[in-house]
C-alpha cells in the first residue's frame, strides 16, 4: 500500500550481515537501523567511513538485500518498477558507460523512463545546461574528469524529475564551484517539493543543507533529529558586531560578567571569511576576465521540466537559455566561448528572480556579480517570448536568421 | 576536417544500432513470409484431405512438434518483445553500441575479411573447380560460424559482467526496468548485432564464390580448354551451387539375424563375452554383405518420394569400394518395372525390368571411397515418384572376379533439384543464427550468476563440449570390451544415462549443420530449420535465458563475485 502520510521511505530494523564464501557472518554492516523520511525533507545520514551509509542506501535501492528488517519506499518494495520511476539516485562515484556521451547517456537513461523522445530531448537538452557540460556533451563519458562525471552522474539522476533523490556523497570529487550549485540544486528542489536523501562525510555541506540528519556509527544509529536542535548549544551565546575600540570590548566583557559571572570564560575575535567564499569570488573575477577552460562550465539553475517549477520561473528560465543561445553558447560549433558578461548578470538577475519566487526563499547563491544591474529586456529578444507564447515556428527560424 | 571525420564517425555509430536492426528484420522476412506460405500449404492439404495430413504428422511426430515450439516459441518471443520494446530496444541498442565501443566485431570483421578471400589459395583441394568452391563454401562459413560464436560468447558474458563488476547496474537497476527485461535487452542487442556480421559475412563468401564460378576469358583458350572449363562450372551449378532433395532408400533390418547368430553361438558354446561388441560388428558385416554386389551380379534400389518431371536431369551419388583394389567397374542401369505376364502362361503377372538406359563407368573405374554423381534424365522418374536403379557387377571383356562393396555410412542416394542455391543458402544462415541465440543465452546465463573469467571459461567449455559431442557419445555406448560384473554393468548404465544426459544439454551443433548439405548441393529443409529453432533457440536458449533470470533476479548486485 503507498504511504499516505507524507512518509516517503521508512527502514524498520534494518540489519545487513555479510557472509564469507562458507556462509559465515563476516561483518555486520547495518545493525537494526530505523527512521524514516518525510516528504519534502533534506535527510542527511552521516557517518565515518564504514559505518554502514552506503549499504543502507543500496538497500534502499533494493541493490543489497536486507538479512532482516524491512525497507518501505513509497510503501512499496524497494524493487517495485512503480517505486523505481519516483526514484533518481546518484552514486558515489558515477558508474556510467565510458564510451557513451553526454547526450547518448542521458537518453539512454530517458529510454529506461520510456520518455517520449522530443521530452527525452528536451530534458536531455536542459540537464546538459543545468549541470554545465553543454560545451563537453560530445565527448564520451570516460574522458571526463572525476568532477565532470560527478555532473553527468547528477543529470542522470534528475532525468526522470524524481519525488526521492538520493545523493551518496554528493559533493565528493565536485569542484567548490560544482559543490556550491549541488548543494543550490538541492535547496532548490526541496522547494520545489522533492525529498532528498544523501549521506555524506562532509558535514560542512550537510550543515548548509540538511533539515534533519541521522549519525550512524558501526551500523548502529548514534543519533536522529533536525539540524538546528542536535547543533544548537544551550549553554553559550555568539554575538556579532562591528568593529569598535578595546576599551569598548572590556566593557562589554564587564557587561557579561556581571550577569554570567566573574569566572565565566568570553572569547572576542575578528570573524574570518569562509573559504568556499573566499574561492567562488577569485573565479568569478577570473570568469569575468573571459579565459577559457576545457572542464565543466557553470551550470544554470535547476532545470525547469523538474516538477514543482512555477509557470513564472520556467518561463525565467526559458528566457535565461535563449539569451545564452543567442549569443552562441552551446560550444558544439567548437566556437570559442563567447563574451558572455551580459548573459551571466542576465542569468544572476534571473535566477535571483527564481529564487526569491520560491516557496519560503531559503535557498540562495552565495556568489555575488559585481556591476550593475541589467533587467532582462536588455537581452531577451522577442523571438524568445514570440517561441514562450507559441508563435509559428517558421517565423522564429527568420528572427533567429535575422538576429545572427 | 579531423573533428568533421570524426563528428561523422561518432554520428554513424549514433545510429549503427536502428540500421543494423534494419537489417535484423530484413533478414527474418523470408523466413516468415516462406514460413507462413508454408504454413498455408499445410492447411489447406488439411482441409482437402485431413486423412492424409493426420498420416504424414503422424509419421513425422518430431518434426510436428518441432513447427508447433517455434510457432509458440516465436509468438511469444515477438509478444513478450512488443510489450516491453521501448526498454529492451533501450538496452539492446547500448549493447550494440558497447560491443562497437570494445572493437570486438570490428576485429573479428577485419579477421575474416582478410582470410576469407585467401581461401582459394591457402586450402588444398583436388583441384577441380568444384572442389574448390566446395571448400571456400564450407571453410568460409565454418569460419564465420565460429568467429561469430567467439563473439556471441565474448559480447554476452563480458557485456553483463562489466555492468556488475564496473558497478553500471548501481544505476541501471535503480531504473524501472525488470532484470529479466535487461538480460533480454542484451540478448537481443547481441542476436542483431550477429545477423547483421553473419549476413555480411555470407554476403562476402557468396561474392567470392560467384567469382570463381564466372565465365573465364574463353578468347584466349583453346577448344579443348572452352570446353573443360565450360563443364567444370556447369558442374558447380549442378552439383554444389543448388539445393537438392536427396532420396535414398533404407538399409535391410538385420537385428533378427543378428540376434539369430547370437542365439546360435550361444547355443554352441562358441559366443563371445562381448557380447556388445559382436553385436555391433556382426551388425556392420552383415549390412555391408547385404549391400555387396558379388561378380556378375546385380544389385536394385527403388528411390521413393521423387517428383515426377518430364524433363531435366537428377543425379545419383554413391560411394563403392571394389575389393580387388582398382577402380570400381560395372554399369547401372535406370529399369523401368512393368507387371506383365510371360507370353502363353495363365499363372500371375510377374514383375519384369526394362532397361531405359546404361551407365559405364570410365576408364579406369570409379574411384574407391570417393563419392561419384551420375547424371540420369529426370523422365525415368515413375508418376508416382519412384525411381528404379539396377547395378550390375559386370563388364564385358574383363574378367570381374571381385565384389563391389556399397558404402553403408553414405548409402546411395538420387539427388532430385527442388530450389536454387540462394533459399538453401538462406536456411542454412538461419540454423547457423539459432545456434548463435543459444550461444547467447548461455553466455548471459554464465554472466548473470559467475564473473567473467569464470562464466567465459564455462560457456567456452560448453561450446568445444558442443562441438565434440559426436566423438564424445561414442563413449556413451555401450562399453563394447568389458567383462562387467552385476556391480560394474550398474554403474555402467548411471555412468551412461547421465553422460547422455550431459551431451543432450550441450549446445551440440552438429546434428543440426547445414554446412555438408549445403557444399553437397542437399537441399537444407525447413524441417530441419524448425528443429534447429526449437531445439537449439527455444528450448535450450529459453532455459539457459530462465535460468540467467532466475539468478539475476536474485542476485545482490551490489555485491560483485569473483
Redesign the interface.
Known amino acids: 500500500m503507498p504511504a499516505t502520510d507524507g512518509t516517503v521511505f521508512e527502514l524498520f530494523e534494518l540489519t545487513k550481515v555479510f557472509l564469507d564464501f562458507w556462509g559465515r557472518a563476516s561483518v555486520k554492516a547495518v545493525d537494526g537501523l530505523s527512521f524514516d523520511v518525510k516528504r519534502g525533507e533534506v535527510f542527511g545520514l552521516l557517518g565515518p567511513n564504514g559505518s554502514g551509509k552506503t549499504t543502507t542506501v543500496r538497500m534502499l535501492l533494493g541493490l543489497l538485500f536486507p538479512t532482516s528488517g524491512m525497507v518501505q519506499l513509497f510503501g512499496r518494495t524497494p524493487r517495485n518498477v512503480e517505486v523505481k520511476k519516483r526514484v533518481g539516485y546518484m552514486p558515489e562515484e558515477s558508474h556510467l558507460y565510458e564510451y557513451l556521451n553526454a547526450e547518448e547517456t542521458l537518453d539512454f537513461f530517458g529510454r529506461l523512463f520510456r520518455l517520449p523522445r522530443a521530452e527525452r530531448h528536451k530534458r536531455c537538452e536542459a540537464l546538459i545546461d543545468m549541470v554545465g557540460l553543454r560545451r563537453a556533451r560530445k565527448r564520451p563519458v570516460g574522458q571526463y574528469s572525476k568532477g565532470m562525471a560527478r555532473r553527468i552522474g547528477l543529470a542522470q539522476a534528475l532525468i526522470n524529475d524524481p519525488d526521492l533523490l538520493i545523493l551518496d556523497e554528493p559533493t565528493t570529487g565536485l569542484d567548490p564551484i560544482g559543490a556550491r550549485e549541488m548543494k543550490d540544486l538541492i535547496l532548490t528542489l526541496r522547494d520545489r517539493g522533492k525529498t532528498i536523501f544523501l549521506c555524506s562525510h562532509l558535514l560542512s555541506d550537510v550543515q548548509e543543507v540538511c533539515d534533519r540528519i541521522c549519525i550512524l556509527y558501526g551500523g548502529k544509529r548514534r543519533a536522529i533529529g533536525p539540524v538546528g536542535d542536535l547543533l544548537t548549544t544551550h549553554e553559550e551565546m555568539q554575538i556579532r558586531m562591528p568593529r569598535v575600540e578595546e576599551e569598548a570590548i572590556g566593557k562589554v566583557r564587564d557587561v557579561i560578567r556581571m550577569y554570567a559571572g566573574p569566572d565565566a570564560s568570553v572569547e572576542v575575535s575578528a570573524p574570518r571569511r569562509r573559504l568556499e567564499d573566499y574561492f567562488l569570488d577569485v573565479v568569478e573575477e577570473a570568469r569575468r576576465e573571459k579565459l577559457t577552460t576545457a572542464g565543466a562550465e557553470r551550470g544554470t539553475v535547476a532545470a525547469a521540466f523538474l516538477g514543482g517549477a512555477t509557470d513564472g520561473e520556467q518561463l525565467l528560465q526559458d528566457l535565461v537559455k535563449a539569451g545564452r543561445q543567442d549569443e552562441g553558447g552551446p560550444a558544439e560549433s567548437g566556437a570559442q566561448p563567447v563574451a558572455a558578461v551580459p548573459v551571466q548578470r542576465d542569468d544572476e538577475f534571473i535566477a535571483g528572480l527564481v529564487k526569491s519566487s520560491s516557496r519560503d526563499g531559503s535557498s540562495g547563491r552565495t556568489t555575488e556579480e559585481p556591476g550593475a544591474a541589467v533587467t532582462p529586456e536588455a537581452v531577451v529578444r522577442r523571438d524568445v517570448l514570440d517561441e514562450l507564447m507559441g508563435t509559428d515556428g517558421d517565423e522564429k527560424e527568420s528572427d533567429e536568421d535575422q538576429a545572427r | 576536417m579531423k ?1 568533421r571525420l570524426a ?1 561523422l564517425w ?1 554520428w554513424c555509430l ?1 545510429r549503427l544500432p536502428e540500421a543494423l536492426f534494419v537489417l535484423f528484420v530484413l533478414a527474418l522476412v523470408p523466413m516468415v513470409v516462406l514460413g507462413v506460405r508454408r504454413l498455408l500449404v499445410v492447411i489447406g492439404t488439411a482441409v482437402a484431405s485431413p486423412s492424409t495430413l493426420f498420416t504424414e504428422a503422424a509419421a513425422n511426430l518430431w518434426l510436428v512438434a518441432a513447427v508447433l515450439v517455434c510457432l509458440v516459441g516465436f509468438a511469444g518471443l515477438v509478444v513478450v518483445m512488443w510489450r516491453n520494446w ?2 529492451i ?2 538496452v539492446a ?2 549493447m550494440i ?2 560491443a562497437f ?1 570494445r572493437k570486438v566485431v570490428i576485429v573479428l570483421l577485419v579477421f575474416f575479411v582478410v582470410l576469407m578471400p585467401s581461401l582459394p589459395f591457402v586450402l588444398k583441394t583436388e583441384g577441380s573447380l568444384k572442389s574448390q568452391v566446395q571448400i571456400v563454401l564450407l571453410y568460409s562459413l565454418a569460419l564465420g560460424m565460429v568467429l561469430l560464436s567467439l563473439l556471441a560468447i565474448f559480447c554476452a558474458t563480458a557485456s553483463i559482467c562489466s555492468e556488475v563488476e ?13 532484470r529479466w527485461q535487461f538480460l533480454v535487452g542484451k540478448w537481443l542487442g547481441i542476436v542483431v548485432m550477429c545477423t547483421a556480421v553473419l549476413y555480411g559475412m555470407a554476403g562476402g563468401t557468396y561474392v567470392l564464390i560467384r567469382l570463381l564460378v564466372m565465365d573465364p576469358d574463353y578468347d584466349s583458350m583453346t577448344a579443348q580448354e572452352v570446353n573443360e572449363a565450360r563443364d567444370e562450372r556447369q558442374q558447380v551449378l549442378n552439383e554444389v551451387l543448388i539445393a537438392r532433395r536427396s532420396v535414398t532408400t533404407p538399409l535391410p533390418d538385420v537385428s533378427a539375424e543378428v540376434e539369430a547368430e547370437i542365439e546360435r553361438l550361444r547355443e554352441i558354446g562358441k559366443m563371445s563375452p562381448y557380447v556388445h561388441s559382436f553385436r555391433k560388428t556382426t551388425t556392420e558385416q552383415m549390412l555391408s554383405r547385404k549391400m555387396s554386389v558379388p561378380p556378375g551380379a546385380s544389385h536394385r534400389w527403388d528411390f521413393k518420394g521423387l517428383e515426377p518431371q518430364a524433363s531435366g536431369w537428377v543425379h545419383v551419388r554413391f560411394k563403392g569400394y571394389w575389393q580387388g583394389g582398382r577402380g570400381i567397374h560395372g554399369f547401372w542401369w535406370p529399369v523401368r518395372v512393368e507387371m506383365a505376364k510371360a507370353e502363353g502362361s495363365a499363372g500371375e503377372a510377374q514383375e519384369t525390368m526394362r532397361r531405359l538406359m546404361q551407365i559405364g563407368a570410365p576408364p579406369g573405374g570409379w574411384t574407391n571411397n570417393v563419392s561419384h554423381e551420375l547424371k540420369l534424365p529426370a523422365r525415368f522418374i515413375n508418376a508416382d515418384g519412384t525411381l528404379t536403379l539396377l547395378y550390375e557387377n559386370a563388364e564385358p571383356g574383363m574378367p570381374i572376379n571381385h565384389s563391389v562393396v556399397f558404402d553403408i555410412e553414405s548409402p546411395v542416394e538420387v539427388l532430385q533439384k527442388e530450389q536454387g542455391f540462394l533459399p538453401n543458402y538462406y536456411r542454412s544462415l538461419l540454423i547457423i543464427l539459432f545456434h548463435v541465440g543459444l550461444l547467447a543465452a548461455l553466455g548471459l546465463m554464465a554472466g548473470a550468476l559467475f564473473s567473467f573469467p569464470v562464466a567465459t571459461l564455462l560457456v567456452a567449455c560448453l561450446f568445444i563440449g558442443g562441438l565434440i559431442s559426436p566423438w564424445f557419445a561414442q563413449f556413451v555406448e555401450p562399453n563394447i570390451y568389458a567383462r562387467l560384473t552385476t556391480w560394474g554393468e550398474q554403474l555402467d548404465r548411471i555412468w551412461r544415462a547421465a553422460a547422455s544426459f550431459l551431451l543432450a544439454l550441450m549446445p551440440n551443433f552438429s546434428s543440426f549443420s547445414p554446412l555438408g548439405d549445403l557444399v553437397g548441393g542437399r537441399s537444407v529443409p525447413w524441417g530441419r530449420v524448425a528443429s534447429a529453432g526449437s531445439v537449439l533457440l527455444l528450448i535450450k536458449g529459453g532455459a539457459a535465458m530462465l535460468i540467467g533470470m532466475y539468478f539475476y533476479a536474485r542476485r ?4 560483485v563475485i569473483v
Request: positive net charge; aromatic residues 6%.
Open positions: 573533428t563528428d561518432r549514433s521501448g526498454l530496444w533501450a541498442r547500448k553500441l558497447e565501443h564496473r558497478r553500471h547496474v548501481h544505476i541501471t537497476d535503480t531504473k524501472p526496468l525488470f545482490e548486485l551490489a555485491r
